[in-house]
């Protein structure tokens, strides 16, 4: 590097640094990703992630280790607490990114009210927000305990004083954007200042046992520096997700050192702020038409939780030489691998078809076990005929045809069953997993044809 040199180089997807321009990022491969930044003043302030109290220095065998501390606390938002892994671990640090306006500060003064109402010390620092703007979100959500104290700060070095005269037990950064350190002589949201914010956030919660939640904003093509710099510092990152359209909102783990990543939560945006949505299956049917070709209800698993969804198909004759084909809310190339195989193993002329398939609600599914649902809502379309709508199919499709075995067949079953569905059809390997399962219809078929066959 020059020698007085002041600037360096940052990539903004993953903070490579280096000391000139390159146009792909050794780090992440992105390309065009570097921005070129002031140099940190000094070195001080490193990190070390892990602990700093002076009796852990030496190595530990694990039985020595005494986890009474362990015991998380509870939000009270039991959506939220099943995506952290039962409550919040203290002295941890916790990253919740979204898109803006989706609900985050919202989420989190919710979260604070709870926290407080517990009488537990809860700081909210914004640096978003005045205040004033503060007091309206929380007249909205409800009551609030004076154990919740705000501050409108955006210089870190402050922050800590503040953190270390009041202690509190849990505190909120929103966001992190606009967070600055006087060590790094870089605008607040970029690389290097999120990076370096992170890093003094961390001190704070591992050494004096506070939990911490940092707000993040997502933007497209990570023009300020997004929260994936942060993710391998956080020890659990959240995003919350939803349609703009839509009121509900998804809390998803992405990564989590205490629990399981594949939990959701869900909410709806009301005027009350954001309020659980205990049972997701009924809230994703609601307004499901009746008798209506091109639908069928199918199972997916959300972590620990199945979801009923309505699947929509419609196919029409396609009025130019290449059929148009759209998938939302699932994956295009799946839809058209399933239209594949119906035309090649049930000999239905698809490619001379339009397709498009909704997953209604606005939910995004992923899991190959609502493929058999896909697949019958297309061929209900195809030949204009509805499906029996007490009827639940999940499985998924292999490449000649056949339903293959799915995980957890018998929560589904059972969520089927408690929605008043009366006829469910499933894999045929499958129906060993639901022998014990009454009072409702299970099918069992080993290809798309006998499914189609049913109806
Ligand atoms: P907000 O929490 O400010 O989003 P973020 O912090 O992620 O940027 O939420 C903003 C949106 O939520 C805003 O468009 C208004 C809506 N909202 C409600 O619909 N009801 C409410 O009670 C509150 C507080 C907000
Ligand atoms: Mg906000």
């Known amino acids: 590097m020059a020698k007085g040199k002041t600037t360096t180089f940052y990539c903004q997807g993953c903070g490579y640094e280096s000391s000139k321009w390159m146009g792909q990022c050794p780090g992440c491969r992105g390309w065009n990703t570097f921005v070129e930044e002031p140099k940190k003043v000094n070195a001080k302030g490193r990190v070390s992630s892990g602990n700093i109290h002076m009796e852990q220095m030496k190595p530990m065998s694990i039985s020595e280790i005494d986890l009474r501390d362990e015991d998380k606390v509870r939000t009270h938002i039991e959506e939220m607490d099943r995506v952290l892994g039962g409550g919040i671990v203290p002295g941890s640090l916790t990253l919740v990114g979204g898109d803006p306006g989706i609900g985050k500060s919202t989420l989190l003064l919710q979260v604070c009210r709870h926290l407080s109402d517990d009488n537990r010390k809860v700081l909210y620092i914004s640096g978003e927000e005045s205040l004033k703007q503060i007091k309206l979100r929380a007249k909205r959500i409800g009551e609030f305990k004076d154990t919740l104290q705000l501050l409108c700060e955006t210089n870190l070095d402050t922050i800590t004083t503040v953190i270390e005269a009041t202690k509190p037990e849990i505190v909120i950064i929103d966001s992190i954007q606009t967070m600055y350190s006087e060590e790094v002589a870089a605008s607040p949201g970029s690389v290097s200042q999120v990076r370096e914010s992170t890093g003094i956030l961390l001190k704070i919660a591992k050494g004096m046992g506070i939990s911490i939640f940092i707000v993040g904003h997502v933007t497209k093509e990570g023009a300020v520096a997004g929260p994936r710099v942060l993710e391998h510092m956080v020890d659990t990152v959240l995003y919350f997700e939803g349609d703009r359209h839509a009121s509900y909102r998804i809390l998803r783990g992405v990564k989590n050192r205490f629990g399981s990543t594949n939990e959701i939560g869900v909410f709806e945006m009301q005027r009350v702020g954001l309020v659980e949505v205990k049972n997701p299956s009924e809230f994703m049917l609601n307004g499901k038409p ?140 499958c129906l060993d997993m639901v022998k014990d399962v009454k009072d409702i219809k299970i099918i069992g078929v080993r290809s798309v044809q006998e499914a189609i066959d049913l109806i």
Not at 346 to 355: E, G, I, K, R, T
Not at 406 to 428: H, W
């Open 290 to 429: 009746e008798g209506a070709s091109g639908s069928i209800v199918s199972c997916s698993m959300e972590g620990t939780r199945p979801i009923l969804i309505e699947i929509q198909a419609l196919v029409c004759q396609s009025n130019f030489g290449i059929p148009r084909r759209q998938a939302t809310g699932t994956d295009f190339n799946r839809v058209n691998l399933l239209m594949a195989v119906l035309e090649k193993r049930m000999c239905l002329q698809m490619s001379a078809c339009d397709a498009y398939v909704n997953i209604a609600g606005g939910m995004k599914i992923m899991e190959p076990a609502v493929d058999l649902g896909i697949a019958m809502a297309i061929v209900s379309s195809y030949k204009n005929r509805a499906i029996d709508d007490a009827t639940v199919a999940f499985g998924e499709i292999g490449l000649s045809g056949e339903v293959r075995a799915i995980s957890m067949v018998e929560q589904r079953v059972q969520e089927v069953k408690k929605l008043g569905f009366t006829t469910c059809i499933i894999p045929y390997s």
